[in-house]
């Protein structure tokens, strides 16, 4: 009996020894994220990938901050209170002026997720009835407005076929569309199921028809943080793709943070999973024809004088992307 309870003592010894030996586990890299917009469903892989713990298998602690508009998460990235952000192709113009940020990686591909919204009752019933019509954009020069401009062009009435009226974001242009100020707005996707489910409004045409070729959305990084911890950026980059392959599998767990962490129903959030999903580039590759578009966008929306080069907008050195 004395040998079995001394065999008992050595082997628990011997595993509190291995336990002992193996240490704590490695602390993770605190990663500071931010979003130009707290409700925009494209944006959803932060929350997934925090939600599920993704990041943390590539030793990250993600936290994620929310702006209004890329201009001031843009800051936010200058300041260096940010390490990366989500945002808008267009916003890599920001770069070429002198900002001290780059694309890393393609999110999102043709703009599928913004469309024009008219009221519930509204008569008109395809791209076709906005001929002289009045729609709401975000600003002048602003990427809705362009893509305003590119319904008109590929209809056939030119560049002034349909009339724009910059009012500023989701609230304004709701505003003025319930008045019958204007004749449809500006939106995302999901802000028009909203209104669909509300009877208020309903989405007309989504944008990705009118820009098949674009890079609506981009994952930024510091530009010094690509140069001194390129691991990090590598490491935050497999943790987002890898949210974003796992969300292609599992709508149910992502309509699940959607409804939490951007306040849609569960109506809401199953639909614009459907419409969205298949957006996401998988790998963030930039595709050269996409870039081609958004250069000569740049030129439309009055943002820059000339195209700029590839170098000037984004990096290839973390693309393909392979979790």
Known sequence: MRSIRLSFLFIASGALALISSAGPAPALDKVHTGKPAAVAWAFIPLDVGVETKIFEKYGLDVDITNFAGDQKMQQGIASGSIDFGLGGGPAMSFTVKGAPIIGVAALFGAPKNISIVVAYDSPLKSPADLKGKMVSSSNVGSLTAWLVQQVAIQ??????????????????????????????????????????????????????????????????????????????????????????????????????????????????????????????????????????????????????????????????QFVPVKP
């Open 155 to 316: 209809q056939g009435w030119g560049p002034d076929g349909i009339k724009i009226a910059a009012l500023g974001g989701f609230d304004a242009g709701l505003a003025a569309l319930r008045t019958h100020q204007i004749d449809g707005m500006s939106s995302s996707v999901e802000g028009g199921l909203l209104l669909e489910e509300q009877k208020i409004g309903r989405n007309l045409t989504d944008m990705e028809k009118f820009a098949p070729n674009f890079i609506a959305h981009v994952v930024f990084a510091r530009s010094d943080l690509v140069t001194s911890n390129p691991d990090l950026v590598n490491r935050f980059l497999k943790g987002l793709f890898a949210t974003i392959a796992y969300m292609k599998t599992h709508k149910a767990e992502t309509s699940k943070v959607a409804v939490s962490a951007l306040h849609e129903t569960p109506g809401v959030a199953d639909k614009t999973y459907d419409h969205e999903i298949d957006s996401f580039v998988p790998d963030g590759h930039f595709d050269p024809k996409a870039v081609a578009v958004l250069k000569k966008s740049f030129i439309d929306m009055d943002m820059l004088k000339t195209e700029p080069t590839d170098e000037q907008l984004f990096t290839t």
